[in-house]
């Protein structure tokens, strides 16, 4: 029996499925299921049994022409139990509609958008917790007949290469045995409402540094973000630059895997560590956990917010803030995130 599961991005959307497809893959072993993403997003799911990943390059399927061309290649895979649709986007609808009209069940994802307005609005808003974007998707599967309980983490799990990758990235900073914390810092987001203000993280770095002077910072970003992280950094030698587009998500993951906390914004970075079972501390402002989007299994202590009667402004970042002075954001201090860090790490406190 074949399932064809679609969910083409973001990143951490995509990162998300893991804790479901793992699932399914343990609940029924009988079940091939064939995953349709980004190319790039591959490494998210290694070691989940009878999984085969369809990595494709979405620009080589453009339009209607492009999808019909790309529902051929999948059909030649088939056949098709029924085909999971976690996405929920026009492309993914479109797909689905092909495979529909030869007779395959389609089962697509509720993505809850009423009660997400309803969250976001300015005015009389209803804050009451929706499922979890993991529970969305087993949601979907269980639709469709194959229900499965969650499973222990870590449910992302690191291949061959990413930990040669890793290997050979400390060892080319002059970290070839570890000592002291390693802690990741991801500063960004896609989203720029969804980003602590650079003055805050600026302060950030020297505190923690005062606090854990043996600990090690790796700041997480892109090429594009490089010069931002080199003013992060401040020539100080115990903090380094991770470059995504240089190391790719093999290499992150690889070098997630070796620290001992990741701090950063509601992003795929959070998500990842998350779903890799370390400790994790997310900034929320303008987005909040109770949308669906928590660090898995860590909504709680792996979340730093601050309580304000206009929060949640946007469920993906993508609004203006309704006060216009950024105060969710503003109003988390740097020693906030220290005394975080002592928490989910359990080291004892003098705050």
């Excluded at 060892?171 to 802690?183: C, R």
Aim: glycine share 8%.
């Amino acid at each position: 029996m074949n399932l064809l599961v679609l969910r083409f991005s973001a990143m951490g959307d995509v990162a998300l499925m893991t804790p479901a497809l793992v699932a399914i893959a343990a609940e029924h072993p009988m079940v091939q299921i064939t995953l349709v993403t980004r190319g790039n997003f591959a490494p998210f799911f290694y070691n989940i049994p009878n999984l085969n990943v369809i990595g494709i390059n979405l620009k080589k399927y453009k339009g209607i022409i492009g999808l019909y061309r790309l529902f051929k290649e999948l059909n030649i895979l088939g056949p098709y139990h029924s085909v999971i649709d976690l996405h929920g986007s026009l492309r993914s609808r479109m797909i689905s509609l092909f495979f529909r009209l030869q007779g395959v069940k389609i089962f697509k994802i509720i993505k809850g958008r009423r009660e997400k307005r309803k969250q976001v609005r300015r005015y009389n808003k209803k804050l009451i917790p929706i499922p979890h974007t993991v529970e969305r998707y087993l949601n979907v599967f269980r639709k469709a007949g194959f229900d499965a309980p969650l499973r222990k983490g870590p449910w992302i799990n690191v291949d061959g290469d990413a930990k040669i990758f890793a290997k050979d990235y400390f060892k080319s900073i002059g970290l070839d045995k570890k000592k002291g914390l390693y802690i990741g810092f991801a500063p960004f987001a896609g989203k720029k409402l969804k980003e602590w203000p650079i003055h805050k993280s600026e302060k950030l770095i020297p505190m923690i540094l005062d606090e854990y002077p043996e600990a090690k910072i790796f700041l997480f970003g892109s090429r594009e973000e490089a010069p931002i992280m080199d003013k992060l950094k401040r020539a100080d030698e115990r903090v380094f630059i991770v470059h995504g587009g240089k190391l790719g998500i093999r290499g992150e993951l690889g070098i997630i895997e070796r620290i001992d906390v990741m701090i950063g914004m509601d992003s795929s970075n959070i998500h990842i560590a998350a779903l890799m079972k370390k400790p994790v501390i997310g900034l929320y402002g303008t987005t909040h956990p109770i949308s669906g989007f928590g660090p898995f299994a860590q909504e709680d202590t792996g979340v730093l917010q601050v309580d304000l009667p206009c929060r949640p402004c946007s469920i993906y970042g993508n609004k203006k803030c309704f006060r216009g002075d950024f105060a969710c954001m503003e109003m988390i201090d740097p020693a906030d995130v220290v005394r975080r860090i002592k928490i989910v790490l359990n080291v004892n406190t003098t705050w």
